[in-house]
């Protein structure tokens, strides 16, 4: 038989890029006020810091969807 491979969506994650930083997390960065807080992960979903930026140092937030193949 051949190989079946599957596809599947693993991780979403955001990208914040700032005029220094770029911060990588699986939470969506929340906006309170004038500031963003972020959810600073590592590749287990474990939480490492909470970073928080002003509005006005953020260049781009975006979003990647990982796409891992699985082989059965």
């Avoid at 992960?41 to 796409?67: G, S, W």
């Amino acid at each position: 038989m051949a190989n079946i491979k599957a596809e599947k969506v693993r991780n979403v994650k955001y990208i914040v890029i700032t005029q220094k930083e770029t911060y990588k997390t699986l939470f969506e960065p929340v906006k309170r006020g004038k500031y963003y807080f972020i959810r600073i992960t590592d590749k287990n979903e474990v939480e490492k810091k909470r970073v928080q930026i002003a509005e006005e140092r953020i260049e781009k937030i975006e979003y990647i969807i990982e796409k891992v193949e699985e082989h059965e």
